[in-house]
């Protein structure tokens, strides 16, 4: 019984080895291409899990008002990387810029309003005196 599978691997080897040279190239392409298309299918799945990731932690600290300083940090590096310098992995969607540019004019105006207040506070007597001046003297 032994005999006749060594026989028949013996007769399987030297058929490989007289198949013509074609059908051994077609198969090493085959397999580079498989090898290929797994690679490429494991870079693209990296990017998405990376997008995916950071999403999420955007979305995590935008939970709280030290988040929202955080996120927008993290979404300006996004930004600027991401789409000015053309990282893949980084860039933000259409939706993203949308909300990044809602948050600059929100924290924009908030330092306005807290530069502006602590101007009031440190100066009372001088703004009193020109709201007070404007207020009768309005032309």
Known sequence: MSELVLEQQN???????????????GEDRVEAAKKKALKKAKKLATKRARQIALRWINVGFAATIVGIIVTYLIMSVQLFVGNLLGVE?????????????LLTIILLAITILALLAVDIVMHPIEWAKAIIWDWFAGD
């Open 11 to 25: 007769k399987r080897e030297l058929a490989d080895d007289k198949r013509p040279s074609f059908v051994k190239k």
């Open 89 to 101: 992995s980084l860039k933000l969607e259409g939706w993203e810029i949308a909300i990044w540019a």
